[in-house]
């Protein structure tokens, strides 16, 4: 499988990168615009540099499909420049990774899901990750410890979550058409 960055107006790709073996599901840009992440039903999480053509680091511990990933925001270029940027992987697997991306290693694993993950975000000061799983459950995650720190569990699958920009609040779609917004003030 094959990523190609286009340059729009041009016929030609800027940069191909190949690598993946199965569908990719999800890539994303960090917040400095220069690495490329993807995820795959390969079961891998790739990095990849738009100052080379191969690839950074291939990250391999999930034992299902890669559903989606989230850059923290964290690292140069952002609101939070003196914390080390993450990437955060969600996978069929019921698992969440955080990995660090400078040292291409896993440095928490969350398993606390049952049933395969959908989605996860990041509150804005990247501090703390939401994920949204299939087992109708939203949990809320210390970033630094890895500690599960709050748990609601809803009326159905959860599809999406996201934070408000305060990081004060979670909303959570789900799959029998409700929608929740958890407030964690306390």
């Known amino acids: 499988m094959c990523i190609h960055v286009c340059r729009l107006g041009s016929d030609r790709p800027l940069k191909t990168y190949q690598g993946h073996t199965n569908e990719v599901n999800a890539i994303k840009w960090d917040p400095s615009g220069m690495l490329l992440a993807s995820c795959s039903d390969d079961m891998t999480l790739k990095i990849w540099s738009m100052k080379q053509d191969s690839c ?3 990250l391999q511990a999930h034992s299902k499909e890669i559903y989606t990933i989230k850059w923290s925001p964290t690292g140069p270029g952002t609101s939070n420049p003196n914390a080390n940027i993450m990437l955060a992987s969600a996978s069929f697997d019921s698992t969440v990774r955080l990995w660090d991306v400078e040292r291409g290693v896993c440095i928490h694993t969350l398993t606390k899901h049952q049933e395969p993950v ?5 509150s804005p000061d990247g501090k703390h990750l939401a ?10 995650w210390n970033t630094m410890t890895g500690a599960l720190v709050h748990s609601y569990r809803g009326t159905g ?11 004060d609040k979670v909303g ?10 958890l407030d964690l003030r306390k």
């Open 56 to 58: 950074v680091h291939d």
């Open 118 to 122: 959908y989605s996860v975000a990041f």
């Open 131 to 140: 994920s949204g799983s299939f087992d109708k459950c939203v949990h809320i």
């Open 157 to 167: 699958g959860i599809f999406e979550v996201c934070w408000n920009s305060t990081g």
């Open 172 to 181: 959570a779609s789900a799959s029998d058409g409700s929608v929740c917004v």
